[in-house]
Every structure is written in structure tokens, then in C-alpha cells.
């Protein structure tokens, strides 16, 4: 089945404990992207990847980090997480860029204290 | 900056009413459009895209929107909804100068009451 698996699904940490989320996708796609969604504003984009070794920032990517190592992963990683940054996290892919149809993961609550 | 406007906040509608949900971008010359819908505690999933050609495009459940180049707007449209339309709408914008940056609007939460 295609699909686009985030991990965990929740996550409660304390301030400056570092990290990640993981977001992989089984079909094949080049361009995967991490959003995040808060009541009122919707998603925002943070950090996006046209391929392997290609990223490049969002609207809102100030306290994290991605990398493209392997084309079927594209992990989120939080360095010194805070209160701030609670939120609905979104990873996504597509198949050619932000003008294809994207393809959602489940999402990953994260609540920071 | 470019940016996507959806007017509504919440929309709440009895079943078997008439749907129309605004959607106005800025200028930026060539767009793809889409409509994402997001059901309660589901992740968001495509209901349709406008990229080219003619300007009503159809999308999944009888959704359509329509394509309005001169007034920079792409409105979702049903002609009668069900309870099961009880959701969150965004719009996107994708321009044609950036490949990677996907621009939504804020969202609109409909409530259809049965």
C-alpha cells in the first residue's frame, strides 16, 4: 500500500531534549516536505527536499534541522526543542515538487513542556 | 510575499445545503491550485487540482471549484452536503517560480448539522 509513515504519532518531551521525528514514503517519490499545522494558521511549511542531498527551507524552519540521505526518508530533527514548537507535525511527499499532489502522513502531535 | 486567502473561518450548514468556500491568492504568475481536505483527526487528503485547461475542475464526493484567473481565485463548490462533509478545507497554491514551496491557506472548518 502507498503510503507516507510518520513515527511516533505522539510525543511528550521536556525543553531542550533533543529529537526526531521520522517520515518515510514507499513510492518512490522525489520531493517530501515537513509541515506544521496550528489552530488558526494552518500548515506551514518548514523544510522541503527536491531530491537525495537537495533541502532547502520553508516558511518557518528556525529551530530545525532535516536531512536527505536516502530518498524514502526525510527525518525532522530537533535539536533543543521548545514550548513553541508544540504542535501537529506533518510529513509529506509527492512526485515531482510542491505542484504535484501531495501524499500526507498521519501526523505527529508533540507537546513540549 | 505570496499568500492564500480563505475568508471563512467556520462555516456551519445544514445537510442538503449549497457549499461555497472562498480561496484568493496573490499575484504570481503561473499557479497550480489544490483543495486538501482534512476529516476529524485524519491526516490531510487531496479533493482536487487545477493545473491547466479548463477552469472548473471536479473533484472527489461531487466537489468542484472553479478557476477565476482574472480575480486570482479558486473557490470550492457542492452543490448538497452531507454530514459526512463535516471537515477542514485548505487551499494551496503551488507558483510556477518555486518547486518546492507549497503555500496554505489557513483553513476553513465546515460543520454540517444532520
Known amino acids: 500500500e502507498a503510503q507516507v509513515t510518520q513515527n511516533p504519532r505522539y510525543l511528550i518531551t521536556v525543553t531542550g531534549k533533543k529529537l526526531t521525528v521520522t517520515c518515510s514514503q514507499n513510492?518512490?517519490?522525489?520531493?517530501m516536505s515537513w509541515y506544521r499545522q496550528d489552530p488558526g494558521l494552518g500548515l506551514r511549511q518548514i523544510y522541503y527536499?527536491?531530491?537525495?542531498?537537495?533541502?532547502d527551507k520553508g516558511d518557518v524552519p528556525e529551530g530545525y534541522k532535516v536531512s536527505r540521505k536516502e530518498k524514502r526518508n526525510f527525518p525532522l530533527i530537533l535539536e533543543s526543542p521548545s514550548p513553541n514548537q508544540t504542535s501537529l507535525y506533518f510529513c509529506a511527499s509527492s512526485q515531482q515538487g510542491a505542484r504535484s499532489p501531495l501524499h500526507f502522513g498521519n501526523g505527529t502531535r508533540l507537546t513540549v513542556t | 510575499a505570496q499568500s492564500v486567502s480563505q475568508h471563512n473561518h467556520h462555516v456551519i450548514l445544514s445537510e442538503a445545503a449549497s457549499l461555497e468556500l472562498g480561496c484568493n491568492y496573490s499575484y504570481g504568475g503561473t499557479v497550480n491550485l489544490f483543495w486538501y481536505v482534512q476529516y476529524p483527526g485524519q491526516h490531510l487528503q487531496l479533493l482536487l487540482k487545477y493545473f491547466s485547461g479548463d477552469p472548473l475542475v471536479k473533484g472527489i464526493k461531487g466537489f468542484e471549484a472553479e478557476f477565476i484567473k482574472s480575480k486570482f481565485s479558486f473557490n470550492l463548490r457542492k452543490p448538497s452536503v452531507q454530514w459526512s462533509d463535516t471537515a477542514e478545507y485548505f487551499c494551496a497554491v503551488a507558483y510556477g517560480g518555486s518547486q518546492g514551496n507549497l503555500i496554505f491557506g489557513k483553513g476553513t472548518k465546515l460543520s454540517v448539522k444532520p
Open positions: 513510492m518512490n517519490h522525489e520531493y
Open positions: 527536499s527536491m531530491n537525495v542531498e537537495v533541502t
